[in-house]
Structure formats: C-alpha cells, structure tokens
C-alpha cells in the first residue's frame, strides 16, 4: 500500500477509474485489480470511497472494516456524483452517507445511548438526533478504513489486526488521522475488536481513554436478549443461560458515570 499516499491523493487516484466503470459489480475482475490497494497472502485491502470525515461530528460509531456490500454501494453512489459533474469532496461525502448506518441496529443503538444518558453529553433530546444523515453529528467509521478481505471474504478479525503489519499501519494512519480531527468526539467501537484498535491508539496517546466507551451490547438483532436486558425491557429471572447479567450491570452503571463526567 502506498502509505505516503494522503486521504485526497487516493480519492484523486481512484475518482477517475471509478466514474469510467460501465456496468456491473465493482469488487470483480480487472476493477477489482485496479482498486486493490494491498495484497499479501490471502490478505486484500481495497479502495473504496470511505475518506469523508464530518468535522462536526459528535459521535463516532466504529466498527471492523466496511463489507463488501457496503463498498458496492459506496462506490456506486461516488461514480453517481463523479458523472454528474461533483468536485471530489462532495463525491466523497455523498458515497460516505450511503454506506450509513439504518435500521434496527441504529434504533437498538439510539435506544442503548439514550438509556445510559449520551444524549446529554451530545447536548441533544434524543441521539436520535445525532443519527439524522443531513447533520453529520455522528461519524461511521471502521478500524481499518477501506475494505479488507481474506480469501475475498470479508474480513471478521482474523488474523489479529493489531498482529499484521499492513492492518496494524491503516489503525495508525487512517483511524489516528481520524481521532486527531475529531478531538472532542465521543467514540463508539462496536465489539471487541473494533475496541482493541481504540485502546491501541490510547495506548499511543491519540486518543483520550475518557472518550472511549466500553461495554455496550452489539446493537445487531442477534443480540436481542443482551440489548433488552441493558434496557431494563427484560428481568434478569427471565435470562437464558448464554446472558450473563453481571458484564452487563456493571458496564451499564460505568457508562454512565462516564458519560456524566463527560457531560459536567
């Protein structure tokens, strides 16, 4: 990968190749080849356009790294804006919002930060509010910001990210350049290996810990059970064995005093 690259050299490098694609999939055959940017072994990292940073973003939700859907569409949105005449940023910024974040994982998530008290400390009702696209008060973002597949499959943590020198420099690059523009946001990672990339950048001193929130169940559906006991929506007597009420509680009462002494 070219690491001397900037933000805007690669989203000037792959404006043009992306607005002359025809038809079809853009994740196969020779487009897929003139947008990899790294591959080694069975590990490909691919462009797609996943640059646009809000700059008054207030929260950032993190995950792992974009899917291979959500760079189709993203990349399909880009050329849209490319071939109707937009200058690059816009471009950017349009395909950024169609990879958001819709559905029940957002109205789980919005439910879980209202529930632990972040609307207060984003100075809004509702973090609802934060999710509407038009504002950009929130910021979806991944550990490793363009798309990262194994064997052509996404990538799902393995191998470790912060083990595999080409993974570990896109946490140091892209997601640092990301914290440091975004100083005074609260930050989201969504499981434990988006979490591990945060505590990296801690470690490094990019980030603040305090700005950090740790322990809030994974909004996907598959969740349910764990949502709706951090919500109070279901007794803990009525838990199945795979819901352990303890992690839970004491992550629920931390966020919230983290979030209060945020919010002072």
Known sequence: MHHTLTQSDLVSRFAPIVAAHRSGAFLKGDMLSALTLHAEGRL????????????????????????????????????????????????????????????????????????????????????????????????????????????????????????????????????ASEARALPDAIWLPLGPKALAAMQHLVRLGVIDRSRVLEGLPHPSGANGERIAYFLGRKPRVELSVKTAPAPIDAAREALRAQLARLAA
Not at 44 to 62: E, G, I, N
Not at 148 to 160: I, K, L, R, S, W
Request: aromatic residues 6%; charged residues 15%; hydrophobic residues 45%.
């Open 44 to 175: 490909s990292v691919v462009y797609a356009p996943f640059d646009h940073v809000p700059t008054k973003a207030k929260l950032v939700v993190l995950g792992i790294t974009p899917g291979a859907v959500q760079a189709e569409n993203a990349l399909a949105a880009f050329r849209t804006a490319l071939q109707a005449g937009l200058p690059h940023a816009e471009a950017s910024r349009r395909a950024k919002l169609t990879g958001s974040f819709s559905g029940p994982m957002r109205d789980n998530l919005v439910a879980m930060l209202d529930h632990v008290g972040a609307q207060h400390t984003l100075g809004t009702a509702s973090c609802a509010e934060v999710f509407e696209p038009a504002r950009e008060l929130a910021h979806f973002t991944s550990a490793l910001r363009y798309p990262v597949f194994v064997a052509g499959e996404n990538y799902n943590g393995t191998p470790d990210m912060l083990s595999t020198p080409i993974l570990r420099r896109m946490v140091e690059t892209h997601l």
